[in-house]
């Protein structure tokens, strides 16, 4: 089959071939037609990333779809041809999806939403995943519920902003002027946070309670401002980001509570892995009753012209990007 390895830190990608893999008892054989594109693949490559634990030399790719090929023993109801979608790949010393094939743990896939193409059901998982497990697992969003993103035209905040939108809540979601459009499309009302304090859009789309739930999904000190919306007593704040070290105290005040998301420790550590699983097959419903969808950076990408399309992620794209094979 034919790859694009990784050599060493910062190295073009080199397409080269290797053996096809065989799924043994509990896997999938995969036939890959998209792999998505994500930051901490560019982190991986840029040697930036230990908590990912992908060494290089390494063939990158956390996000795929494709066809089932094979299937090993024990593998569940998967039938060869069945058209799937997982985050299932390039992390933990796991080959990755920028290949013709690769085996992924049964428990990892789910059916690919058949109102998307593959490209675009490649560029959903990691991001799909880590807005469900902060919104519904942690938040246990609903009707009711108002919910603040942060960057809500970003990868994990356009599909949170969709969630949040189809289970109900009343959504709000910051951005730059350049993402009013966005946001507004997603069934959100936009924030500009260039052009107004955390204190004033709390006191404008609240009354200066907060709000029920606040998803951060950008980090330090825009964290640190996400304690300060949650709503006293019962405001729950969760972020996909909380790497840093941040003050408890804003957050504490109020009775407020906070989560964290790290979505890739099933990958890591093998328990959970029939969970994310679950996620998608949920979210592929929702997908096809037409309630999410990924914005897609119009530009298009195989294995020839991978190095681009990693300069592009790295550079600004106009939404997500996928590789196609």
């Given at each position: 089959m034919n790859v694009l390895m990784v050599d060493t830190v910062d190295a073009p990608f080199r397409l080269a071939?290797?053996?096809?893999?065989?799924?043994?008892?509990?896997?999938?054989?995969?036939?890959?037609?998209?792999?998505?594109?994500?930051?901490?693949?560019g982190k991986i490559r840029a040697g930036q990333a230990a908590h990912a634990g992908q060494p290089l030399p390494a063939i990158l790719g956390m996000d795929l779809a494709g066809t089932v090929e094979a299937v090993g023993a024990s593998a569940g109801e998967w039938q060869p041809g069945d058209e799937v979608y997982a985050l299932g790949t390039g992390i933990g010393g796991v080959q990755g999806s920028l290949a013709e094939f690769a085996v992924v743990d049964a428990r990892l896939l789910a059916k690919k939403p058949v109102t998307l193409s593959m490209r675009e059901a490649a560029v959903l998982p990691l991001v799909l995943i880590t807005a469900w497990e902060g919104l519904v697992d942690r938040a246990r969003v609903g009707a009711g519920h108002r919910v603040l993103i942060q960057g809500g035209a970003g990868g994990v905040g356009h599909v949170a902003v969709q969630l949040a939108v189809a289970f109900g809540?009343?959504?709000?979601?910051?951005?730059?002027?350049?993402?009013?459009?966005t946001i507004e499309g997603l069934g959100a009302t936009f924030i500009d946070y260039q052009q107004q304090t955390i204190e004033e859009y709390v006191a404008l789309h609240t009354e200066g309670?907060?709000?029920?739930?606040v998803y951060d999904?950008?980090?330090?000190?825009?964290?640190?401002?996400?304690?300060?919306?949650?709503?006293?007593?019962?405001?729950?704040?969760?972020?996909?980001?909380?790497?840093g070290q941040h003050s408890l105290a804003p957050l504490s005040f109020r009775g407020a509570t906070y989560s964290g998301v790290f979505t890739l420790l099933p990958l890591l550590t093998g328990k959970g892995r029939e969970h994310h699983g679950h996620?998608?097959?949920?979210?592929?419903?929702?997908?096809?009753?037409?309630?999410?969808?990924?914005?897609?950076?119009?530009?298009?990408?195989?294995?020839?012209?991978?190095?681009?399309?990693y300069d592009l992620l790295a550079s600004g794209a106009q939404g997500r990007l996928a590789i196609e094979i």
């Open positions: 071939t290797l053996p096809k893999p065989v799924a043994g008892p509990g896997e999938v054989l995969v036939r890959i037609r998209a792999s998505g594109l994500n930051p901490l693949d809540a009343e959504v709000y979601a910051t951005g730059s002027a350049r993402h009013r459009a309670e907060g709000f029920d739930i999904t950008v980090g330090g000190a825009t964290l640190d401002a996400s304690f300060r919306a949650a709503k006293t007593y019962s405001g729950h704040v969760v972020s996909c980001l909380g790497w996620i998608l097959a949920e979210a592929t419903l929702l997908i096809d009753a037409g309630k999410l969808k990924p914005i897609m950076d119009p530009r298009q990408f195989d294995l020839r012209t991978a190095n681009a399309a």
